[in-house]
């Protein structure tokens, strides 16, 4: 296979880091042409200036107060009051300002976790709420919950305006209820629903640009746990932020491999690839689960085996970050899969006998090779009859080496591209799908995108729209019978003002082809970046992100990957964002 050339790095899109679809218009709107494959501005959006700075200065973009989201809220509110079947009704708009539905939704959640106090596992009043009035108690409350819900240890102006609310509550409702009044107030607290990043002084240890301030130890401990977690922070991170522990790098590292080593980790990096591989569906196609799919084609589909396909792909993340090398190419690579009776059927290999049980087996290595070519990815990204190159190589353009796509043309056609029968020249021919697209494509204003989006979903043509491997197409029923060998050659396309095209045959090719990729490894960088840190990276990021990205020859792993963005620049600072 032909190997492209790297290319020197001077900006953020040199890192193929660009706006994710759906957020163009932000900063990093600007996407670099894929020069050799022919894409042009009327495919990508317009070129962005800046380069980052080489002042030697930490430096970091600004970012606006973020709240929290309805899962972080609901997983917070699970840990704070040890109620782990609690479920909150919230509203999904996490822009900065909240609106009136979710300031009233936000109130009726802090009722009805109230209302569950029976389920309560975890401690929350010092003492005996029924009894006499106790001061020491109402005192005690204050501070200790108050660390764990506000993040931080509370100082003594938040003290007494809690006590002060408890004081006016308590002239009409008893001790308990008094208490109660100050718990819902302080479960809708800004200081817990918003994310309030001020930051401290530098101590002079580092050079510091203008309006950078390092993160105090106590925001950090939010950031961290939240990327890591997805949930407020456990007392052994408070108490790293009280004492100092957080306000260097090495701190911080030495959490976030402890958090990193507890399930809830776990848990939320299978979310974080359930949500890159965009199983849960997006405005453009839907889930995993509601994918449609023909019955008379597919018989063998079913609410099971779509099931099973997910826990698939969120166990063999999880094998490979926790229990294995950790690598990129590991994932992109590995014929390891996780099956149960059904998707085994699929893959044609012998496992468990039922649905029930699962297990691990190795899957043919010519035809299977990491996430890419696994039943979940290729259902998601097939239609309801037939494969789709198109889907799949947008999906991989886009979300792999974060090259985003324009809106289609108005006038692309949208017919769909299902192969068989057709009329040329007069004369009734037979197309595979590869070639039907590519009639539909190879002319007018869809040539540029479709240079660089075919070529990339052609190599996974030997997978059908459920994921079955196949050697050849085959259609037209009775009446007029057709077999096509499938051509499932394509290229990964130039990257860069410098890059070659790189060839390859299948979708085990391109996988490989994928997973020694730079821009590929930096466009999961930049993922995990806007998962950590909730907005798209621009050219401040610059840094960060290059230092995070493990080199193929590093040995680095995913692992390393988290921990490094976790103690970056762009992490441990803030910058007020310009009104």
Same mark, same amino acid.
């Given at each position: ?9 001077k900006s ?9 679809p759906g ?5 990093l ?12 501005s009327?495919?990508l ?18 970012a ?10 609901t997983?917070?509110m699970?840990?704070?009051?040890g109620?782990p079947?609690?479920?909150l009704?919230?509203?999904?708009d996490?822009?900065?300002v909240?609106s009136?539905?979710?300031?009233d939704?936000l109130?009726?959640?802090a ?6 106090r029976?389920s309560?596992?975890?401690p ?8 006499a009035e106790?001061?020491a ?6 501070r200790?919950?108050?660390?764990r819900?506000?993040r931080?240890?509370l100082?003594?102006? =938040?003290v007494a305006?809690?006590k002060?609310?408890?004081t006016?509550?308590?002239? =009409?409702?008893?001790?308990e209820?008094?208490?109660l ?18 930051g ?8 510091l ?6 993160l105090?130890?106590w ?7 939240y990327?890591l977690?997805?949930t407020?922070?456990?007392d052994? *991170?408070?108490? !790293? ?14 959490q976030?491999?402890r958090l ?15 949500d890159?591989?965009?199983l849960?569906?997006t405005n453009?196609?839907a889930?995993?689960?509601? !994918? ?10 079913s609410?099971? &085996?779509?099931a099973?396909?997910r ?20 994932l992109l690579?590995?014929?390891d899969?996780y099956v149960?009776?059904?998707l ?7 496992g ?11 899957l043919?290595g010519?035809?299977?090779?990491g996430?890419?070519?696994?039943a979940a990815? &290729?259902?998601v990204?097939?239609?309801?009859? #037939? ?5 799949r ?7 792999? &080496? ?5 809106p289609?043309?108005?006038n692309?056609s949208?017919v ?14 037979h ?33 059908d729209?459920?994921g079955r491997?196949q050697a050849q ?6 009446e ?7 051509d499932?050659r394509?290229s ?7 890059? #070659?095209a790189?060839?390859v045959?299948?979708?085990?090719e391109m996988?490989?082809a994928l ?17 950590? &840190? ?7 990021d ?7 990205t ?6 680095g792993? *995913?692992?390393?990957l ?6 970056s ?5 803030l910058r007020q964002a310009?009104?």
């Amino acid at each position: 296979m032909k190997r492209t050339r790297p290319n020197g790095v001077k900006s953020i899109e040199d890192l193929d880091l660009l706006a994710a679809p759906g957020r163009r218009g932000t900063a990093l709107a600007g996407a670099v042409v894929l020069a050799a494959s022919g894409l042009t501005s009327g495919c990508l959006g317009g070129d962005r200036d800046g380069s980052p700075s080489d002042s030697g200065l930490v430096d970091v973009a600004p970012a606006r107060m973020r709240r929290m989201t309805p899962e972080q809220f609901t997983r917070s509110m699970r840990d704070l009051f040890g109620d782990p079947a609690l479920d909150l009704d919230l509203d999904p708009d996490t822009g900065e300002v909240a609106s009136l539905l979710a300031v009233d939704k936000l109130n009726a959640a802090a009722e009805a976790i109230v209302a569950r106090r029976p389920s309560w596992g975890t401690p929350v009043f010092p003492c005996d709420t029924s009894g006499a009035e106790d001061t020491a108690c109402v005192d005690s409350f204050v501070r200790t919950f108050g660390r764990r819900a506000f993040r931080h240890t509370l100082d003594e102006a =938040e003290v007494a305006m809690l006590k002060d609310q408890y004081t006016r509550a308590r002239k =009409e409702q008893s001790f308990e209820d008094a208490l109660l009044v100050v718990l819902k107030t302080m479960i809708q607290s800004p200081s817990v629903y918003y994310f309030v990043e001020l930051g401290r002084e530098g101590d002079g240890s580092e050079a510091l640009a203008s309006g950078v301030r390092p993160l105090t130890g106590w925001e950090r401990a939010a950031r961290l746990s939240y990327f890591l977690w997805n949930t407020t922070p456990d007392d052994a *991170l408070l108490d !790293a932020a009280e004492s100092g522990a957080l306000d260097t790098a090495e701190g911080v590292r030495e959490q976030a491999e402890r958090l990193l080593a507890d399930d809830r980790a776990r848990a939320t990096a299978k979310r974080f690839f359930a949500d890159w591989l965009e199983l849960d569906g997006t405005n453009k196609h839907a889930s995993l689960e509601n !994918a449609p799919k023909s019955a008379e084609i597919y018989p063998e589909d079913s609410p099971a &085996l779509r099931a099973a396909m997910r826990t698939e792909i969120e166990a063999l993340a999880e094998r490979v970050i926790f229990e294995g090398d950790g690598r990129f190419e590991t994932l992109l690579t590995t014929t390891d899969a996780y099956v149960n009776g059904p998707l085994a059927a699929l893959y044609g290999v012998e496992g468990p006998p039922d649905d029930s049980t699962f297990a691990w087996v190795s899957l043919p290595g010519d035809q299977r090779a990491g996430i890419f070519t696994r039943a979940a990815f &290729l259902s998601v990204f097939g239609s309801v009859e #037939v494969k789709s190159p198109i889907r799949r190589g947008a999906y991989l353009l886009e979300q792999v &080496l974060c090259r985003p796509l324009g809106p289609p043309p108005p006038n692309a056609s949208d017919v769909p591209v299902k192969g068989g029968a057709a009329l040329e020249n007069g004369a009734l021919v037979h197309r595979t799908i590869r070639q039907d697209v590519e009639a539909k494509t190879s002319s007018g204003t869809c040539v540029s995108c479709h240079k660089a989006i075919n070529p990339i979903g052609f190599a996974f043509d030997h997978y059908d729209a459920l994921g079955r491997w196949q050697a050849q197409e085959t259609g037209g029923g009775a009446e007029s019978p057709y077999t096509l060998d499938i051509d499932a050659r394509g290229s990964l396309p130039a990257l860069g003002p410098d890059g #070659v095209a790189l060839e390859v045959d299948g979708g085990v090719e391109m996988s490989a082809a994928l997973a020694a990729s730079a821009a590929a490894r930096a466009c999961l960088t930049r993922h995990f970046f806007q998962t950590a &840190l909730r907005r798209v990276p621009i050219d401040q990021d610059l840094a960060s992100i290059e230092a995070a990205t493990p080199a193929p020859e590093s040995g680095g792993s *995913l692992r390393d990957l988290i921990v490094a963005l976790a103690t970056s620049n762009a992490f441990l600072h803030l910058r007020q964002a310009e009104e």
